[in-house]
């Protein structure tokens, strides 16, 4: 029989986590090699003991952390930010020109189960919920204060990757009964498929689990997660499966983290923004240079987008965009020639940039760098997530007002909606969509509002050559299958 990926999964993680070990506490001497071992000994307990009692644990959340922000090694495989890349592909909203990095996701070729992203996707959220299961098991009900926050931390990192792998291998409209992806406890055996109603259940309750435990928690930086981040994804999840009014309760605490930046050209590459509720810091020793989130999005930080792989808006959805509004400035509003200044106060592109081209997100220092750090949450996703929800529960009057205390920030002219009903769900919407472009929600937002993709809507920006297709929202196509990888390894799958 062939191992199961569950293990090797763990194995292959164990090695970075034993690796951070290293650097974080030097003033243990560890004198034995540990990268194929997937247990501690009583001598690395008696040593992690000697420097200090949470040390291994903090190295172990340092780690995941690490790896949400870094990924695996390919050009198109770097961490979250990489997953919200291939997702915004997958929707009606972002195009791209040509075929490459990222291109099977346009094209939605890289469902099967042979696939190098697809391995990618499952492999990548499987090893934050095998390492998040190391910390959990690891940590008894009757720890210390500080080593139950890591545990509960690690509780919110298993709920995001398995909200990220339930939403991708099955329909967000699937009956609860329908079989999706498998649960890992951590007991090193292929469990078989859960049901999506089982997987929805075990997310709510680490969810859950996490918001109560980090109640007290003060995070030091945006780079940890606490309460306020468990509940952001509590409103993800709550809207996603329609509970309109948990959606509204998260939604408001998420959206009370830091304030809306007036400035909309900062390129979004600074944890420090006010409205970054949570990410990564990069710097000149992390960043991945080409394989890295900016490499791809960054119209004039001369990688690949810069190059030639422009990523576009939907002409369309341009379109709906007030003239007055500041965000019409995250996307070319011509085609232009080399040697143009696109953005104040930034410097000149040396290539062509054509109408619709992305300039919403942008790396300092300059051309050819790429030290932006990653941006995984902002607080404006809640305004418009607690806006739906209200509009849903028929509260138009409430949602108003959280759209227009977003929207007057991003355009002085805009005027309280005076829409009721589905006319102001789908403004809400539309808000949505032009507020969060880029940021991984667009593709997740057309599976649970049960919409399909349509390249043939007589859009003019650019798009993938043989990407102008039809699918409908629950076409297998709209889902990944589960990687041969894991079927071969694991016994309990058919």
């Not at 560890?30 to 247990?39: K, P």
């Not at 298993?158 to 498998?182: G, N, S, V």
């Not at 940021?439 to 509002?449: H, I, K, N, P, T």
């Not at 043939?456 to 650019?462: K, P, S, T």
Request: hydrophobic content about 40%; overall charge negative.
């Amino acid at each position: 029989m062939k191992k199961n990926i569950f293990l090797n999964t763990l194995k292959e993680k164990s090695v970075i986590i034993l690796f951070i070990l290293a650097l974080f506490i030097s003033c243990v001497d560890f004198d034995r090699d540990f990268e194929d071992e997937r247990f501690l000994t009583d001598v690395q307990k008696d040593a992690i003991k000697a420097g200090g009692g949470t040390v291994l644990l903090k190295a172990g959340d340092a780690a995941i952390l690490a790896y949400l922000r870094d990924g695996e090694t390919s050009q198109d495989e770097f961490g979250l930010k990489a997953v919200d890349i291939g997702m915004d592909l997958r929707s009606n909203d972002m195009d791209m020109s040509v075929n490459t990095w990222f291109g099977r996701y346009s094209l939605y070729d890289n469902i099967v189960t042979n696939d190098a992203n697809n391995d990618f996707i499952w492999t990548f959220f499987y090893k934050v919920v095998g390492n998040a299961n190391g910390m959990i098991k690891s940590i008894p009900d009757d720890s210390s204060e500080e080593a139950l926050i890591l545990k509960n931390k690690s509780y919110l990192y298993r709920a995001i990757a398995y909200l990220y792998l339930i939403k991708i291998y099955q329909h967000t409209k699937a009956d609860d009964a329908t079989l999706a992806i498998p649960i890992d406890l951590g007991d090193f055996t292929g469990e078989p498929q859960s049901t999506v109603g089982q997987v929805k259940q075990f997310i709510l309750d680490d969810l859950t689990k996490a918001y109560n435990g980090l109640k007290d928690y003060t995070r030091a930086s945006k780079e940890e997660v606490d309460a306020s981040i468990a509940a952001a994804y509590l409103a993800r999840y709550h809207l996603t499966y329609e509970n309109w009014t948990e959606a509204e309760k998260f939604a408001d605490i998420a959206m009370q983290v830091g304030s809306i930046s007036t400035d909309v050209s900062h390129g979004f590459d600074e944890l420090s923004l006010s409205e970054a509720m949570w990410g990564a810091v990069v710097t000149d020793a992390t960043t991945e240079i080409f394989g890295s989130f900016f490499a791809h999005v960054s119209q004039i930080n001369d990688g690949y987008s810069g190059w030639n792989h422009f990523k576009t808006i939907n002409s369309n959805l341009y379109n709906m965009i007030p003239a007055t509004d500041k965000r019409l400035a995250w996307f070319a509003d011509q085609d232009y020639d080399p040697g143009v200044i696109l953005v104040p106060d930034t410097w000149e592109h040396y290539n062509v940039t054509p109408k619709y081209t992305s300039l919403k997100f942008i790396a300092q220092p300059g051309p050819g760098e790429f030290i932006g750090d990653y941006i995984y949450l902002r607080n404006t996703e809640f305004f418009l997530t607690k806006a739906e929800a209200l509009a849903r529960q028929s509260k138009d009057g409430e949602a108003q007002q959280v759209l227009f205390d977003l929207n007057t920030i991003r355009d002085n002219s805009y005027v309280k909606s005076t829409s009721t009903g589905q006319a102001l769900i789908d403004e809400i919407l539309m808000y949505r969509r032009i507020e969060l472009w880029g940021e991984g929600v667009a593709s997740f937002d057309m599976a649970r509002l049960g919409i399909g993709l349509d390249r043939q809507d007589g859009r003019e920006n650019l798009i993938i050559p043989g990407g102008a297709v039809k699918i409908p929202a629950l076409d297998k196509k709209m889902i990944f299958s589960i990687p041969q990888r894991e079927v071969d390894a694991n016994p309990n799958i058919n």
